[in-house]
């Protein structure tokens, strides 16, 4: 505020134009599974169980452990990688405290010569209790034995009261992914505490940002799932990717569309429907398949062969590298997928039949891999969970996506306007801002065309002396290119040219 009185000179900065818009990240993948945090190299990097952790690099993954087979988030890590880009918010919902299945009281015997070494069995062993066969001695595992708890491996000291070839009772716990339920998955908010896919509403605070492709691989086609991924991507104006079960045959997937209780049974404009599964090389350890050398070293199994994997995380990854590379506003259709081998089902795929089974697929929205000769393997489908039901451009994943975008980009940049005083200088630089953005995004190829405005009408004194101003946007992103058509015309009269000499023939006949 101006002095009352002032002998002198002063200057009074006076901001004006429009201010910057900053776009919100589209390619960030929510993911929600299971890690074996107790194979982790350093435990302490292990992210706590339902703590949201940003995934950038392979030095990242690393914090959520190996690939060992029963593990969903290594995996689908590896997948969106795979890609070549891509940043992930990772929930591990596993505990190896709560998820795992109890061995009481396993008969076992020590070698009767050479390395005085046990293995359990099973990899990742907590609360083990080693006792005489009789079980009247419990030996100590500071001075009788020592613990290989990853491996599952129980050596003998030398010193302690353990003797080669001792009969014993051994009682542990091992991790078990399969504990892990759907409802850990979809997480609580509890006493302020947020678990599993309830945990991605807290990112903003706590990173800046929230996550805009959700995946539950392994659980997502569990419909109390898929349910809950929709509802959480309409909290966070994301699009949840929603599988099928392994082994689903396209006539299945069809009539999964409208089967009550079926995790495609769903017209959400958020949802995307992946089909199928897909096989891949998969090189994770057994958690089962730990062997021991004759001085008693355990070796790991890797599984070396070929398993089956929601094509969900190939899909996010997928989308997630086409908007690094090409803006969020282009459809993920017809995208490579880098690390498939092929779906777990046959599929006829063509862009000539519209009678083939990726035509078929589509025309019910359900997104699905497209290989043919010399193609490789190539997302295909263009339209959400909404079409066949919702006919609307928002039905197509890249429409409703370009529109999230520019929705939140927009009401964040708001907050520097929030509470100033009502004038028509704030109404232009709300106008001016906004419009910059959108010109922007129509010299991008974002937009087709668009632009906000101002209606007085919108506005009566009523509303504006109540401090609510409304302003009217109107874009449109663009379509994807689905079907081209060409009329294709048998013309008669274009045989009247044959036996006219054409002008490069006269002229080739006068040199000769």
């Not at 960030?28 to 992210?47: D, E, H, K, N, R």
């Not at 590896?78 to 008969?107: C, E, K, R």
């Not at 691989?217 to 509802?231: C, E, H, I, K, W």
């Not at 668009?450 to 609510?468: C, I, K, L, R, T």
Request: proline share 6%; with cysteine.
């Amino acid at each position: 505020m101006p002095a009352s009185f002032l002998h002198g000179v002063e200057v009074i900065e006076v901001q004006s134009g429009s201010n910057p818009i900053t776009v919100v990240k589209s390619a960030v993948i929510g993911l929600v599974g299971t890690a074996p945090s107790w194979a982790v190299a350093a435990p302490a990097a292990a992210p706590e169980p339902n703590t949201p952790t940003v995934v950038s690099s392979a030095l990242d993954a690393a914090n959520f452990g190996p690939l060992i087979q029963g593990y969903t988030i290594p995996y689908a890590i590896a997948a969106i990688q795979a890609q070549g880009a891509g940043q992930a918010i990772v929930i591990n919902v596993f505990n190896p405290a709560v998820h795992f299945t109890a061995i009481v009281s396993q008969a076992m015997s020590f070698p009767a010569a050479g390395a005085q070494v046990l293995n359990l069995g099973h990899m990742g062993v907590s609360n083990v209790v080693v006792k005489n066969q009789a079980g009247t001695t419990t030996y100590s595992s500071v001075t009788d034995y020592s613990l290989d708890p990853v491996n599952g491996v129980i050596t003998a000291l030398n010193g302690g009261t353990l003797t080669a070839g001792e009969a014993v009772s051994v009682s542990f716990n091992y991790a078990d992914p399969t504990k892990v339920a759907d409802s850990d998955v979809i997480g609580a908010v509890t006493g302020g505490a947020y678990t599993g896919l309830q945990a991605l509403q807290t990112t903003y605070g706590t990173m800046g940002f929230f996550a805009k492709l959700l995946i539950a691989p392994g659980y997502s086609q569990n419909a109390d799932v898929a349910s809950a991924l929709a509802t959480m991507a309409n909290t966070l104006r994301a699009m949840a990717l929603v599988d099928s079960a392994p082994s689903t045959s396209v006539a299945t997937a069809i009539l999964n569309r409208g089967l009550a209780g079926a995790a495609f049974d769903t017209s959400s404009t958020r949802v995307i429907l992946c089909y199928p599964q897909e096989q891949f090389s998969d090189a994770g350890l057994v958690p089962t398949g730990v062997t021991l050398t004759s001085a008693g070293i355990p070796l790991t199994s890797p599984y070396n062969g070929t398993s089956v994997g929601p094509y969900s995380q190939w899909v996010a990854g997928a989308i997630a590298a086409k908007d690094l590379a090409n803006g969020y506003w282009w459809s993920p259709s017809n995208t490579d997928v880098s690390g498939v081998l092929g779906p777990d089902v046959a599929i006829y795929a063509s862009i000539l039949d519209p009678l083939s089974d990726v035509n078929n697929l589509n025309a019910q929205g359900i997104t699905t891999v497209f290989n043919a000769f010399g193609t490789g393997m190539r997302v295909w489908g263009n339209r959400s969970a909404a079409y066949p039901a919702d006919t609307s451009p928002a039905n197509f994943i890249n429409v409703r996506r370009t529109m999230d975008v520019i929705e939140e980009s927009i009401q964040l940049s708001m907050l520097q306007f929030i509470d100033q005083p009502l004038s028509n200088a704030l109404i232009t630089a709300i106008l001016a801002s906004v419009n910059a953005f959108i010109r922007s995004l129509i010299q991008r190829g974002a937009l087709v065309a668009g632009s906000a405005s101002y209606d007085p009408a919108e506005n009566p004194s009523s509303q504006v002396a109540a401090g609510q101003l409304v302003f009217d946007i109107d874009v449109m992103p663009p379509p994807p290119a689905e079907r081209i058509t060409f009329q294709s015309y048998i013309d008669s009269s274009l045989l009247a040219q044959l036996g006219q000499t054409s002008p490069l023939t006269a002229a080739a006949a006068a040199t000769a």
